[in-house]
């Protein structure tokens, strides 16, 4: 049985009825392209083509069109991987973590989230799949036998555990995604008008009809796979953490890592949820739905995780001079004060001081405020992986084979291009697919709407049958 | 042979549930109820077991536990046996990333695999629905009418004292 406390504010505002969810969600998928779309998919195209052309000159001439040197073997590919893969853990965390923890204000914003964090985790792949110079070989990744011989794949080596932690990740998203999205197509299948887009939704819908008995399978589904994705999740940062803290580099060979990068994979993919959803609610006129309450919720996310990684920042500091570790003190001496120390500066402010600001509630409730802090934070969380990557490996034990990094043209354009082609996945979502999980803001609707929808209700809403009118409904494992 | 229904269409939840009861009180069979979105405590006023698709996850799960130690033992253990890093041929602690993935991959999938076989969920172009409000706004309650047994005027009457908003009928060609 929930209780909710009339001082919590409403979840969905406006007096919104059952129907008026529907239409309000289904508007943009059943309407014409609007002209603001259309532009900014022709921007995200744009992205695309460029991504296109990285990508081929990068297959074509080989990975000597990239920045790398013998020194820096990781710099640009992998920088913009783990910011992709942490991007990507919002969208799991909102959905599985909010679920468990009964959040009801994820709602309204896992499904956008979760799309996110699938466009995401595709764009990350594109990094350790080019650099491997020949992604048309990118099968031996997988245990088969070397040269169908005898030889396997490693099972010692964190990289190998990424393919494993990041092709689970993405399909188990995926999926999570899709069952989600089932009885909202089998809504937007239902009102559909044209040949066409009934039985195309039709198909993906998978025959939903929400029978009583195909519910309470699907909420058993929902819960089984959140309780899995839970751990999965923070898993998935974890080991791409073990790709730098089980190696010998200063900088690197940390036990901190893992829950570290979890924390900044959650900052930096909340500050990604916010900038879209910023934008969606006004371009899709879903202010109802996502309120003021849902960002500063997230907002009170970013603090924390924000706080997180600023104290594991410190930590490794502290760590490097409480070692006595020679290599350990010059490596973080040399990212604070090295030829680098612009992009560790811009870490610093941009991760650990701007999303301080959220402390102040009028800040965490304006719009403007929080969408340039989430810029900020999307960048600095850029050069916290920059900063990790490059610094530590530029100037390792041999001062002889100290290098610098910089960035060819085709570097920037492959990670322009995956922006561009994570916005232009984002845009199709956004017209074809409901941005808000109907049917689940509808089940909150009764107990969280800022007015009672229908008929009578107790400032204290049992979420359910109310005991009075029905003594056999209560139920406790709601 | 064509089925035909009668459908109590009710817009409320609460009205809904205690609708079930009477209905179920009453002696009639309820063929099935749909909803917009999942209600709570209507697995129990319909008398709906607990679904065992969490018990089947479990097995999915340590299929992929036991298939992912095997397979890294017998790889690298056995068929092929290496010095890595100066590590045993085994090295357990190095397998737990593996394994723990392939745990999740195998559970989840296995279930949600098993969800749609049992629910019958799978793609087609044609999907019968008896009132297309019940994937909007409206709730609906099908219960089936046996030529010459049901009392249609008595049915219409206890599904509208409980609050049905319409009793409409229905023929399902099969």
């Not at chain 1, 969600?25 to 083509?49: D, H, K, S, T, Y």
């Not at chain 1, 991760?351 to 403007?368: A, C, D, E, K, Y």
């Amino acid at each position: 049985m929930q209780h909710v406390s009339p001082i919590r504010e409403p979840l969905v505002t406006g007096g919104k009825t059952y129907h008026d969810i529907t239409e309000d969600v289904c508007r943009q998928v059943e309407a014409r392209p609007n002209m603001r779309w259309a532009i900014a998919l022709a921007v995200a195209l744009v992205g695309f083509a460029i991504f296109c052309y990285s990508v081929y000159r990068t297959l074509w001439y080989g990975i000597g069109e990239w920045g790398l040197n013998k020194t820096v073997g990781w710099a640009w590919d992998i920088t913009n991987f783990v910011w992709w893969v942490g991007i990507g853990h919002a969208g799991t965390l909102i959905s599985a973590i909010l679920l468990l923890f009964r959040q009801k204000w994820r709602t309204s914003i896992n499904r956008a989230a979760e799309a996110m964090t699938i466009f995401a985790v595709i764009c990350a792949a594109m990094f350790p799949v080019l650099h491997m110079g020949r992604p048309w070989m990118a099968l031996w990744v997988l245990p088969l036998p070397n040269t169908y011989g005898s030889l396997w794949v490693n099972f010692n080596s964190p990289l190998l555990w990424d393919v494993f932690a990041i092709s689970t990740y993405f399909s188990v998203s995926l999926v999570f995604w899709y069952i989600g999205l089932i009885p909202d197509f089998a809504t937007i299948r239902d009102r559909a008008t044209g040949p066409i887009a009934r039985r195309a939704y039709a198909v993906l819908s998978f025959g939903w009809t929400g029978s009583a008995k195909a519910w309470s399978r699907y909420e058993t589904v929902s819960l089984i796979l959140a309780g899995l994705a839970t751990p999965l999740v923070l898993s998935v940062h974890t080991i791409v953490s073990f790709d730098f803290a089980t190696s010998v580099i200063p900088g690197w060979h940390t036990t901190i890592f893992p829950p570290y990068f979890v924390a900044g994979a959650i900052f930096s993919g909340f500050a990604m949820v916010l900038t879209l959803m910023i934008i969606t609610r006004k371009v899709f006129k879903l202010e109802d739905y996502i309120t003021l309450e849902h960002i500063e919720s997230m907002n009170k996310v970013i603090i924390l995780t924000g706080s997180i990684v600023g104290v594991a920042y410190i930590t490794e500091f502290f760590i490097a001079w409480y070692s006595q570790v020679e290599y350990e003190q010059y490596a973080f001496i040399n990212r604070a004060t090295g030829p680098y120390w612009w992009a560790y500066w811009s870490m610093m402010t941009c991760n650990v001081i701007t999303p301080q600001l959220f402390w102040f509630r009028s800040i965490r409730r304006s719009l403007t405020a929080t969408f340039i802090i989430t810029i900020f934070v999307n960048i600095g969380m850029w050069f916290e992986r920059f900063v990790i990557i490059v610094t530590s490996l530029h100037r390792d034990y041999l001062p002889s084979s100290w290098a610098m990094f910089s960035p060819t043209i085709i570097d920037v354009g492959i990670y322009v291009g995956t922006i561009g082609l994570f916005f232009t996945l984002f845009l199709l979502f956004a017209k074809f697919f409901p941005v808000i999980n109907m049917a689940e803001v509808k089940a909150i609707l009764k107990s969280s709407s800022e007015v009672k929808p229908h008929h009578q209700r107790h400032t204290n809403t049992m979420h359910g049958t109310p005991k009075d009118s029905n003594s056999n409904t209560s139920h406790s494992n709601e | 042979m064509n089925k035909k229904f009668v459908l109590g269409i009710y817009d409320d939840e609460d009205v809904l549930l205690t609708a079930i009861e009477n209905v179920r009180a009453a002696g009639t069979k309820i063929y099935e109820v749909f909803s917009p979105y999942p209600v709570h405590g209507i697995d129990d006023v319909l008398g709906i077991k607990r679904s065992r698709l969490p018990i089947a996850a479990f097995f999915f799960g340590l299929f992929g536990t036991s298939f992912a130690l095997w397979m890294q033992i017998w790889m690298l253990g056995f068929d092929w046996p290496m010095i890595i890093g100066g590590k045993p041929h085994i090295a357990l602690p190095s397998f737990i990333p593996v394994t723990f993935e392939l745990t999740v991959l195998c559970a989840a999938h296995g279930m949600v695999i098993t969800f749609f076989i049992v629910t019958k969920l799978k793609p087609s172009t044609k999907v019968p629905v008896f009132d297309k409000r019940s994937t909007d706004d409206k709730f609906v309650m099908a219960i089936e009418v046996k030529d010459g047994v049901t009392d249609l005027a008595a049915l219409n009457d206890l599904l509208r004292t409980n609050g049905a908003i319409e009793v409409n009928q229905k023929e399902v060609l099969k």
